[in-house]
């Protein structure tokens, strides 16, 4: 069964870091994009940075400079470092994996994990 799963929240100072993991299983998985998404509470799900198949990243500008995106083809393994935290980065953070083509287009999340910035 196909499926991408977080590991790596939890409950981090102001100004501290910390780094998030998603493992993908049953996919080809050198055949997505890779993203993470954050959803802080009562507002939408947004984008927080992604990583093409071919190695090329974006990010929102919010995180631009403090956050660095990665995967490893070998392990099928995308990880999202995040430094300077600050509450406004207190959100669940999701993985997503979108198949490139010629894959027909689909998304699997992942169930969610928790970061917390606060002192």
């Known amino acids: 069964q196909a499926q991408v799963v977080e590991s790596g929240g939890g409950l981090v100072q102001p100004g501290g870091s910390l780094g998030l993991s998603c493992a993908a299983s049953?996919?080809?998985?050198?055949?997505?994009?890779m993203a993470w998404y954050c959803q802080a509470a009562g507002k939408q799900r947004e984008l927080v940075a992604r990583?093409?198949?071919?190695?090329?990243?974006d990010y929102v500008d919010s995180v631009k400079g403090r956050f660095t995106i990665s995967r490893d083809n070998a392990k099928n393994t995308v990880y999202l470092r995040m430094n300077s935290l600050n509450a406004a980065d207190t959100a669940t953070y999701y993985c997503?994996?979108?198949?490139?083509?010629?894959?027909?287009?689909?998304?699997?999340w992942g169930q969610g994990t928790q970061v917390t910035v606060s002192s």
């Open positions: 997503n994996a979108h198949s490139v083509p010629p894959l027909l287009e689909y998304d699997y």
């Open positions: 990583i093409t198949n071919g190695g090329n990243t």
């Open positions: 049953g996919i080809i998985f050198r055949m997505y994009t």
